[in-house]
């Protein structure tokens, strides 16, 4: 017979060891399961945290794309002389009667306006044009020009427009002793784009012509290769254009005295180009021509736009009360007498057009909502007077308006900006301001839907010049809520 009392023991023993497996799968199974869920919310977190941190190198890199365009429009806009030297290298170009020259200045879907004379008419395209210019450059032998008018300039963004009546003087190809003066209204208007300037539209209006003698129109085209071989500072074709004991009266500035003889002239000429490395000119008032047997003179107010060679950002101009007194030789007509007399000197760069660039700069950051951008124009006693709405208030000094600008931008998502009318433009001795009606579309997604509301707002910028820096900063900044949809 079996012990029962040896075996009862044993049945004991696996029972145990089965309730403890048991038990232990069960402890397991939880532990596997709360492993399970705890890997599956670190894994959404971290899905999470991928999206947000792709979202974030998306947008940075889009604002690095906004701010890198920015700055370059920025830069543009405070070198704003270099449409200048384009216009005026387009002019030298037609005066030069070099094709090539003259077309390699604009876009590449170029219209050209010609309003008067033989060549009237519409030519869009850059190979209409060129055969235009074509046409116009076989009909002369030679040409000159100067402006007649004040240049105007003014800059939008990536949009610049260039206007001066300019004066043309032309040798007939079939007759050199036909000579006549062109007066043109001219309009360029350019396109920045891939970091360059292109003349997209250009407008030639003739606006009359002078008639000549033919001594008076040979002696001012002297003139005009004269004040032309200073503007391109070539000393060997002005050493060609006096007589041998000519005279030269310098009034004003560092090379004041007076010189005599065709050397001592030409050593200041070459004194005068070693100041500046680029040189422009116009004559402010049409040139008088006084023709009297073997003697003529001709004057004029010339004005010379210079890069100096030592701060080649710096544009200045100076107005030259010019005469010229020649001497008919054996040569042609040759320079006896010459004065160069300083009566004025003035900064080049249109002030109203730079603060109007400058105004939409500043708007055009806030559209963007870079903040860096947008406290660049301040500095630490800058003030912002924030009239209507949340941000209602005012702000002083750098600190407190970048906090301004910050609660603006963490409103919104997307803004966007334009001007209800031309901005108004006014200057004082040390500044200017910049007034408009600005409308800001802004934009925000919540949990209500997409969020669309149209600021309607009277903008004041007050810019002062900062003495130190030479540059402006905004002084006095009203953003006026006058209306909204909110």
Do not use: C
Not at 225 to 235: G, K, L, R, V, Y
Not at 305 to 332: C, E, H, M, R, W
Not at 344 to 349: A, L, N, R
């Amino acid at each position: 017979m079996a012990d029962i009392t040896s075996s009862a023991p044993k049945r004991n023993l696996w029972k145990y060891i089965a309730v403890m497996f048991v038990v232990l799968s069960i402890i397991l199974a939880g532990a596997f399961t709360l492993e399970s869920s705890g890997y599956s919310n670190l894994t959404s977190k971290y899905n999470r945290l991928q999206a947000a941190y792709t979202q974030a190198v998306s947008r940075y890199n889009e604002l690095q794309n906004s701010t890198a365009s920015k700055i370059n429009l920025m830069n543009s806009s405070l070198n704003n002389y270099s449409l200048v030297a384009i216009a005026y290298s387009h002019w030298n170009a037609i005066a030069s009667l070099n094709l090539t020259s003259t077309t390699s200045q604009y876009s590449s879907t170029p219209v050209l306006y010609w309003e008067g004379g033989a060549l009237n008419g519409t030519y869009s395209g850059n190979a209409s044009i060129a055969s235009v210019w074509v046409d116009f450059f076989n009909s002369a032998r030679a040409a000159w020009w100067s402006g007649i008018s004040p240049l105007s300039q003014i800059t939008l963004r990536d949009k610049a427009y260039v206007n001066e009546t300019i004066q043309f003087t032309v040798t007939s190809a079939s007759n050199q002793q036909d000579i006549t003066s062109i007066i043109v209204s001219y309009s360029l208007m350019f396109t920045y784009s891939n970091g360059h300037w292109s003349i997209s539209n250009e407008i030639w209006k003739l606006a009359g012509h002078r008639d000549l003698t033919v001594q008076a129109a040979y002696v001012l085209s002297v003139a005009y290769s004269h004040w032309n071989a200073i503007a391109i500072e070539n000393a060997s074709l002005l050493g060609s254009q006096y007589t041998s004991n000519a005279t030269l009266h310098w009034i004003g500035g560092p090379l004041t005295g007076t010189y005599s003889g065709s050397a001592s002239i030409l050593n200041t000429w070459n004194r005068f180009f070693g100041l500046w490395n680029a040189v422009w000119f116009y004559s402010e008032t049409t040139p008088s021509v006084i023709v009297n047997g073997g003697s003529a003179q001709v004057a004029a107010t010339v004005q010379f736009p210079l890069v100096p060679a030592k701060n080649p950002t710096n544009v200045q101009a100076l107005n030259i009360s010019y005469v010229l007194d020649f001497a008919a030789t054996s040569g042609g007509w040759e320079i006896y007498n010459e004065t160069w007399h300083i009566i004025g000197q003035q900064d080049f760069v249109n002030e109203s057009a730079y603060l109007l660039s400058l105004a939409f700069d500043h708007w055009n950051s806030i559209a963007i909502e870079s903040l860096d951008l947008v406290m660049q124009q301040y500095n630490s006693v800058s003030v912002l007077q924030w009239v209507g709405g949340p941000l209602n208030g005012v702000y002083n000094g750098s600190a407190n308006i970048s906090a301004a600008w910050s609660r603006f931008f963490g409103l919104w998502s997307a803004v966007w900006f334009y001007a209800e009318a031309t901005p108004v433009v006014s200057l004082t001795g040390n500044g200017g301001s910049v007034t408009a009606l600005v409308q800001f579309v802004v934009n925000n997604t919540s949990a209500s839907g997409n969020i669309t509301k149209i600021l309607t707002v009277n903008y004041s910028l007050d810019y002062t010049v900062n003495p130190v820096s030479s540059t402006y900063y905004i002084s006095n900044e009203i953003f006026q809520v006058t209306a909204s949809n909110f």
